[in-house]
């Protein structure tokens, strides 16, 4: 064993002389969690590093984890822990909004607390590593892991993802609450062509950099310990073997330390990709580029000798993948306690707490997005309530896609959340009113449903009542890996169900369970009250009804951009201003001969039950040096009755710039709470990092100039102001003799 006082580096070194080619190669090694006793005599022979997706309840993982944990720390040669790796992206036991919904908190607190329980679960449960924080820009709502990202803009994404990344690594990562984090997916896999989970992303460097890459800068400085590169190709080469990206950017350029995993299969998937003719090419060509560990094509387990042997893989590259695997193992305090303690789970799950914090991220998660004449919150003593929908009734549903080792019997359905809210002389009824569909290649999911006798039942329901809530939108199987969908409108007959409910004339509100943006232009026209609630986890029901019926004032923001149909995808605020911009001429513009050009609902938008207005917006100096930080301020009153919380956004845009630039950039956001009558002065600084943009070659510069800012509620409303910056002071000129642009490199921006 090696010395406890001995520095890691040290200890890797001293371990490493041991260990034969064999040894090295099985640490590169990740096998499933169906292991059998073949599987148990590789741990045993060291050919095995890592294990996945172990199934069963939280103790039955641990408790298999132990006993395989003993067989590779006593009675394999080299005595080296085996890392355990578990998709646990929104909770573990206890089931938090997906990370759409928390993005849509606007709050990195809610990010960090989540993963920080997360991480306490799943660590008693002998899961040592999660694949999470996924940080991958989804501008495309046909891209069925849109729910599992933050969203479309690449800073909230940095943000939140940074806060995952401490909540699961906690302060000390080798404690017995924390995990190692793995940011995915390295990079550009939310730019799939037309939304098609797998695809090929075809974009340009600049888009690279600013919006894919941009997030992994946030995330290795919060100490993410692996990285995942994605399914896709970026350029005519695909990320597994993208040596440029994985090495050259991540590692080299951002002093990346830690280790990079394929996803499920992605080595061998080279030679699909037709970049490798050979299991043994497509080891070769992963190692070579950066790839350390190999999940679950066994590639690297069956080839990397023989290419050894052969001189085509060099031993220090092997080495270098070595160390970077056991450097993460060591920092886990694996090699000094390897075992889980067996009594710490009944202690850390599923506990009153975590409950509880469940049920304030899923309240703060909640973006109301109409409310109509005030028809919300709905009193608690009405007297007869329809609850109408099939997603109404499914507690399962709202645990959301990657529910890791959550459970439907713990989720509160929307139905049993209201039913619970009122009061005991309330009457509340519930229908289906429809089915929803499965997969395409599935029978539906409930087959015995009379859809058309649903719609009767549902609108004889609403006939009866005072207020109807209608629950529409996706179970939770058509979100995630490989659910991406061809049209992002109501699926099945639920426009139908709407329509004929709004049609009796009773008020209505709809909930939305979703994990995507959704194309209801016609519920955002007719319908009164809107709520969408994404799959909001364990506390779905409790948290919506608390925002039904008043007892939390909604102040949650769309992370995502509501475009009017599938057609307008991909749709997204930050985008480019393009030569004849939208509404810029009648015709000859950016848009749709057929349609208006613009969302239904825009990003960073939301409402509350309260009233915010801005005043005394000031930008400090007006006129800097390019390396000056720019200081904004603006007063935010709450002119309403009661207290809420206003999510208060910066956007900045560079007005002439090449690389072009985005008409719009979120650069900050303050959630604050505001009592009735109050005025809080909410102040920004954006530093010249804050406002650099990256050129082709990864560089962060700043061009002097004219920019302007916005502060307001979302991405389309606010006060404006300006500043310049300029090469000296007072110096606005902004090209040189030669027509180019004068530019600042930005220090501090690359590690």
């Known amino acids: 064993?090696?010395?406890?006082?001995?520095?890691?580096?040290?200890?890797?070194?001293?371990?490493?002389?041991?260990?034969?080619?064999?040894?090295?190669?099985?640490?590169?090694?990740?096998?499933?969690?169906?292991l059998d006793k073949n599987g148990e005599e590789d741990i045993r022979k060291g050919k095995v590093g890592s294990l996945l997706s172990l199934a069963g309840s939280g103790a039955q993982i641990r408790d298999r984890v132990n006993q395989l944990q003993h067989i590779a720390v006593?009675?394999?040669?080299?005595?080296?822990?085996?890392?355990?790796?578990?998709?646990?992206?929104?909770?573990?036991?206890?089931?938090?909004?997906?990370?759409?919904?928390?993005?849509?908190?606007?709050?990195?607190q809610c990010a960090e607390s989540a993963s920080r329980i997360a991480a306490t679960e799943a660590r008693a449960s002998g899961i040592h590593w999660t694949f999470a924080p996924m940080i991958d820009i989804a501008r495309d709502a046909r891209w069925g892991r849109m729910?599992?990202?933050?969203?479309?803009?690449?800073?909230?994404?940095?943000?939140?993802?940074a806060a995952m990344v401490k909540g699961f690594q906690g302060k000390d990562l080798a404690g017995q609450d924390a995990v190692a984090a793995c940011a995915k997916h390295f990079t550009a896999y939310g730019a799939a062509e037309a939304g098609r989970d797998y695809d090929t992303a075809d974009i340009s460097k600049s888009t690279l950099y600013n919006v894919y890459l941009y997030p992994y800068i946030a995330a290795v400085e919060a100490g993410m310990q692996t990285v995942m590169p994605s399914f896709n190709e970026i350029g005519g080469i695909p990320m597994s073997c993208h040596k440029e990206l994985l090495t050259g950017w991540l590692k080299k350029k951002m002093g990346f330390d830690g280790y990079a995993v394929s996803d499920a299969n992605a080595v061998y998937e080279l030679v699909n990709h037709g970049v490798a003719a050979t299991r043994s090419d497509a080891a070769r060509l992963a190692l070579s580029a950066g790839m350390d560990m190999d999940m679950g094509s066994n590639c690297f387990r069956d080839t990397l000798a023989e290419l050894v042997k052969s001189g085509d893989i060099k031993m220090s590259q092997i080495n270098e993948a070595v160390r970077r695997v056991l450097r993460v193992k060591f920092r886990l305090g694996l090699f000094d306690h390897p075992y889980t303690d067996p009594t710490l789970l009944a202690k850390v799950e599923r506990t009153p707490q975590s409950i509880a914090e469940a049920r304030r991220i899923a309240q703060k998660s909640l973006v109301l997005l109409k409310n109509q004449d005030g028809l919300l919150p709905l009193a608690k003593d009405t007297k007869f309530i329809a609850v109408i929908g099939d997603l109404a009734g499914d507690a399962g549903s709202m645990l959301g896609t990657w529910a890791a080792l959550g459970r439907s019997s713990d989720a509160v359905s929307i139905l049993d959340g209201v039913k619970k809210a009122v009061?005991?002389?309330?009457?509340?009824?519930?229908?289906?009113?429809?089915?929803?569909?499965?997969?395409?290649?599935?029978?539906?999911?409930?087959?015995?449903?009379?859809?058309?006798?649903?719609?009767?039942?549902?609108?004889?329901?609403a006939q009866k009542a005072d207020v109807a809530i209608v629950v529409l939108g996706e179970h939770a199987g058509m979100n995630g890996e490989a659910s991406s969908r061809s049209e992002i409108e109501l699926p099945g007959l639920q426009q139908q169900l709407v329509e004929a409910v709004c049609a009796v004339g009773k008020p209505v509100v709809v909930v939305l369970v979703n994990g995507r943006a959704l194309a209801i232009p016609w519920i955002a026209e007719h319908v009164p009250a809107v709520l969408d609630s994404w799959h909001a986890?364990?506390?779905?029901?409790?948290?919506?009804?608390?925002?039904?019926?008043?007892?939390?004032?909604?102040?949650?923001?769309?992370?995502?951009?509501?475009?009017?149909?599938?057609?307008?995808?991909?749709?997204?605020?930050?985008?480019?201003?393009?030569?004849?911009?939208?509404?810029?001429?009648?015709?000859?513009?950016?848009?749709?001969?057929?349609?208006?050009?613009?969302?239904?609902?825009?990003?960073?938008?939301?409402?509350?039950?309260?009233?915010?207005?801005?005043?005394?917006?000031?930008?400090?100096?007006?006129?800097?040096?390019?390396?000056?930080?720019?200081?904004?301020?603006?007063?935010?009153?709450?002119?309403?009755?009661?207290?809420?919380?206003?999510?208060?956004?910066?956007?900045?845009?560079?007005?002439?710039?090449?690389?072009?630039?985005?008409?719009?950039?979120?650069?900050r956001f303050e959630r604050i709470m505001l009592q009735p009558g109050q005025t809080k002065r909410v102040k920004f600084t954006l530093s010249s990092r804050d406002i650099a943009y990256f050129d082709d070659y990864g560089d962060a510069v700043i061009q002097p100039g004219l920019f302007k800012v916005w502060v307001g509620g979302d991405s389309v409303s606010g006060l404006q102001g300006e500043f310049?910056?300029?090469?000296?002071?007072?110096?606005?000129?902004t090209e040189t003799e030669d027509g180019k642009h004068n530019t600042g490199y930005v220090g501090g921006v690359e590690k």
């Not at 090696?2 to 002389?17: D, R």
Request: aromatic letters at 8%; charged letters at 20%; proline letters at 7%.
């Open 1 to 34: 064993m090696t010395n406890k006082n001995e520095p890691i580096e040290k200890k890797i070194t001293s371990l490493m002389a041991k260990m034969t080619l064999e040894e090295k190669i099985g640490q590169l090694t990740q096998y499933g969690g169906g």
């Open 423 to 461: 009061s005991v002389d309330t009457v509340v009824t519930y229908t289906q009113g429809c089915s929803l569909p499965g997969r395409y290649f599935d029978a539906p999911r409930n087959a015995t449903a009379d859809n058309t006798d649903g719609i009767a039942k549902a609108v004889e329901a």
């Open 537 to 667: 986890g364990d506390e779905a029901g409790s948290a919506v009804a608390d925002v039904l019926f008043g007892d939390y004032n909604p102040a949650g923001r769309l992370p995502v951009t509501f475009p009017k149909s599938t057609g307008f995808c991909p749709m997204y605020y930050n985008r480019k201003n393009a030569g004849r911009p939208v509404g810029s001429h009648p015709v000859f513009s950016v848009g749709y001969m057929d349609t208006e050009y613009a969302p239904v609902y825009p990003y960073g938008y939301g409402l509350s039950y309260t009233s915010f207005e801005y005043g005394k917006l000031s930008v400090d100096p007006k006129t800097a040096d390019l390396s000056a930080d720019i200081h904004v301020a603006v007063d935010v009153k709450n002119t309403g009755s009661r207290a809420g919380e206003e999510v208060v956004q910066l956007y900045l845009q560079d007005v002439v710039s090449l690389p072009t630039r985005p008409v719009k950039e979120l650069k």
């Open 147 to 161: 729910a599992e990202g933050c969203g479309e803009d690449p800073y909230l994404n940095s943000v939140m993802g």
């Open 724 to 733: 310049t910056l300029a090469n000296g002071a007072g110096n606005a000129k």
């Open 74 to 108: 006593e009675e394999s040669r080299q005595h080296i822990p085996l890392i355990i790796g578990h998709d646990v992206i929104h909770g573990c036991r206890t089931t938090f909004p997906i990370p759409l919904g928390i993005a849509a908190s606007f709050d990195p």
